[in-house]
């Protein structure tokens, strides 16, 4: 796996369809294909963020 220190999580905006299709595991997916990618990650994101932000709520309130 890659050096993870190196991650800059600073990104404003939505990875492009383009992006998606310039993986080699996503090269041969039509653009609806790829705008479901994007919508995805986008979803699995905001569950990943919420259960944190929870868990932490729940720490601060022991």
Same mark, same amino acid.
């Given at each position: ?9 600073? !990104? ?14 996503? /090269?041969?997916?039509? &653009?609806? #294909?790829?705008?479901?990618?994007? !919508? ?14 929870? /868990?932490?709520?729940? &720490?601060? #309130?022991?």
């Amino acid at each position: 796996m890659e050096n993870l220190n190196n991650l800059n999580f600073s !990104r404003l905006n939505d990875i492009t369809i383009q992006e998606v299709k310039a993986l080699p595991m996503f /090269k041969h997916f039509s &653009d609806s #294909e790829a705008e479901e990618v994007i !919508r995805t990650l986008k979803r699995f994101s905001e569950i990943i963020v919420k259960d944190h932000l929870n /868990k932490e709520n729940r &720490d601060i #309130e022991r």
